[in-house]
């Protein structure tokens, strides 16, 4: 079954912690997504990955950080940075990246709920 | 910097009845309009995508439209079904990295 995965389904951090959010994609796709997603407002992006080993910071990157070192994982870390990191967070990836793709739609995982305690 | 707004926010609607969603956006330099639909709880599942050439996409119950002149875009359902009831967002693609701009959605309830 081809797919998107998150884990863990939910996530209890305590001030002060890192914690690092995982990704992983079957589809052979190239780009791959980290948004945030909180009540009563749209999905907001935070990284964004066109190829492997190369992301750049998506509208609000800041206490965040990715890796690519692979093309089927994209993790995220949550560091002690992010003031506010209560939230939904979703992953999503499509076939290609860039100008190429006005036709790629964005296939999305079932998420991570991010609680601080 | 592009902005995506979905009105109404909610909607009601008993079985049966076919209904509009509306979607507007600021920047009309799009790659593509894409309308989702969220679960409670859950990711998002794409329903359609209409790329910035296209007026029109359809796929079963569902068409999309786009107007880029104006800035517009709307989903029309037709023959609604309780199992339709969810939340709707669109998504405006821009940028050189095929990013999306999301609205904040709209939540529908097909009542029986």
């Known amino acids: 079954d081809g797919g998107i995965t998150q884990s863990p389904k939910y996530l209890f951090r305590k001030e002060g912690q890192n914690v690092t959010l995982s990704c992983e994609q079957n589809?052979?796709?190239?780009?791959m997504y980290w948004y945030r997603q909180d009540p009563g407002q749209g999905l907001r992006l935070i990284y964004y990955?066109?190829?492997?080993?190369?992301?750049q910071k998506g509208d609000i990157a800041e206490g965040y950080s990715v890796s690519r070192e692979k093309k089927e994982s994209f993790p995220l870390t949550v560091t002690s940075a992010q003031k506010n990191p209560t939230a939904f967070y979703l992953c999503?990836?499509?076939?290609?990246?860039?100008?190429?793709?006005?036709?790629?739609?964005?296939?999305f995982g079932p998420g991570t709920r991010l609680t601080v305690l | 910097k592009q902005e995506v707004t979905q009105i109404p926010a909610a909607l009601s609607v008993p079985e049966g009845e076919n209904l509009v969603l509306n979607c507007s956006f600021t920047?009309?330099?799009?790659?593509?309009l894409q309308w989702f639909r969220q679960d409670p709880g859950k990711g998002l599942t794409s329903l359609l995508l209409?790329?910035?050439?296209?007026r029109e996409q359809t796929s079963g119950r569902l068409n999309a439209s786009l107007d880029k002149s104006s800035g517009r875009s709307t989903l029309y359902i037709a023959a609604s079904q309780p199992g339709d009831s969810a939340t709707y967002l669109c998504?405006?693609?821009?940028?050189?990295?095929?990013?999306?701009?999301f609205g904040t959605g709209t939540r529908l309830q097909v009542t029986l």
């Open positions: 999503a990836s499509s076939t290609r990246g860039g100008t190429q793709a006005p036709t790629d739609t964005q296939y």
């Open positions: 589809l052979n796709h190239d780009a």
């Open positions: 990955s066109q190829i492997v080993n190369d992301f």
């Open positions: 920047d009309s330099a799009i790659y593509n």
């Open positions: 209409i790329q910035s050439s296209q």
């Open positions: 998504a405006a693609g821009t940028g050189t990295a095929s990013k999306l701009t």
